[in-house]
């Protein structure tokens, strides 16, 4: 099972959007809305942004929007800001006997 | 609160084994899944595998299938990770992580395993 393909780097200016792609396979992404995105800091554990595509935990900012068309999920930052500067991972269920599968990261920048 | 709490970090020799434990509190343990996920220095997560305290349920990374063992314990509410054969490149931080319902909402605080002779 390969991991989820993301966009190594990512970078926008303050007030900007982004968007993070995550490109998996029709045994993955594809078939399940079970798809979950994460934020990391430097130092610091993964923290849920996303989850089943599109919904946001309780607290996160509406900033934050993750949406999925075919083998690809996407997350979006709108009104980009400092605090918004970090690792973003996907992750998804998927058919193959690891369960579930992570992408490769990406590296958001605000200019 | 929901909690999940790592055993500290441990130093290890090339060729040894370490059990990573994730003690849960604030939440009905049984009922969840656990994953457990990797990051070396400066490098990106990498998924380990997964097991379910609801019915023993486990499924392993194709990359860490012959290494790695998870369990659980749901008299004490933990999970463990033991990776065997350790080599310098398994050096990284070990995080586990609640799988509620396909999510991971609750992350340890990670378990750094030097691996160094």
């Known amino acids: 099972q390969s991991a989820l393909t993301q966009p190594a780097s990512v970078s926008g200016s303050p007030g900007q959007s982004i968007t993070v792609s995550c490109t998996g396979t029709g045994g993955d992404i594809g078939s399940y809305g079970h798809v979950s995105w994460y934020q990391q800091h430097p130092g610091k554990a993964p923290k849920l942004i996303i989850f089943d595509v599109s919904n946001r935990p309780l607290g996160v900012s509406h900033r934050f929007y993750g949406s999925k068309s075919g083998n690809t999920a996407s997350l979006t930052i709108s009104g980009l800001q400092t605090e918004d500067e970090a690792d973003y991972y996907c992750i998804s269920l998927t058919t193959s006997t690891s369960h579930y599968v992570l992408g490769t990261g990406t590296k958001v920048t605000v200019l | 609160q929901v909690q999940l709490v790592q055993s500290g970090a441990e130093v290890r020799k090339p060729g040894a084994s370490v059990k990573v434990s994730c003690r849960a509190s604030?939440?009905?343990?049984?009922?969840?899944?656990v994953g457990w996920a990797r990051q070396a220095p400066g490098q990106g997560l990498e998924w380990m595998g997964w097991?379910?305290?609801?019915?023993?349920?486990?499924n392993y990374a194709e990359k860490f299938q012959d290494r790695v063992t998870l369990t659980i314990d749901t008299s004490t509410s933990t999970a463990y990770m033991e990776l065997r054969n350790l080599r310098s490149d398994d050096t990284a931080f070990y995080y586990c992580?609640?799988?509620?319902?396909?999510?991971?909402?609750?992350w340890g605080q990670g378990t750094l395993v030097p691996v160094s002779s």
């Open positions: 992580a609640r799988d509620a319902n396909h999510r991971f909402d609750y």
């Open positions: 604030g939440y009905t343990f049984s009922v969840y899944g």
């Open positions: 097991i379910s305290a609801y019915n023993g349920n486990i």
